[in-house]
Nanobody, 124 residues
Framework: QVQLVESGGGLVQTGDSLMLSCTAS????????VGWFRQAPGKEREFVAT????????DYDDSVKGRFHISRDNAKNTVYLQMNSLNPDDTAVYYC?????????????????WGQGTQVTVSS
């Protein structure tokens, strides 16, 4: 069983930055692709970014490309999401997810393990 814990969310103003962290409980975390997803009130969960097991391949939704950066430190069992130039449309609960079977996917159904989420609120 893999447990994922997100942290780093909070309340910020438009234009500010935040870094989210996703830390896993399993020592073989380096074998897992990790994705970040978000869900705003009344909306479906949507893809934000993903990174493969090695950190060599990254993918971003167009809405965050150029503003967000995903990275990982396998020695610390942690994946990061650096979020810059935040705006109110980025307000959501952010979830990280992991799966050993894919090299990184935009589809939430491809992920087996999920964290509990961390709230990000961007005020205008």
């Amino acid at each position: 069983q893999v447990q994922l814990v997100e942290s780093g969310g909070g309340l910020v103003q438009t234009g500010d930055s935040l870094m989210l962290s996703c830390t896993a409980s399993i020592r073989t975390f380096s074998n897992y692709a990790v994705g970040w997803f978000r869900q705003a009130p009344g909306k479906e969960r949507e893809f934000v970014a993903t990174i493969d097991w090695s950190g060599g391949t990254r993918d971003y939704d167009d809405s965050v490309k150029g503003r967000f950066h995903i990275s990982r430190d396998n020695a610390k069992n942690t994946v990061y999401l650096q979020m810059n130039s935040l705006n109110p449309d980025d307000t959501a609960v952010y979830y990280c997810a992991a799966d050993p079977n894919y090299s990184g996917s935009r589809y939430y159904v491809h992920y087996t393990y999920w964290g509990q989420g961390t709230q990000v609120t961007v005020s205008s």
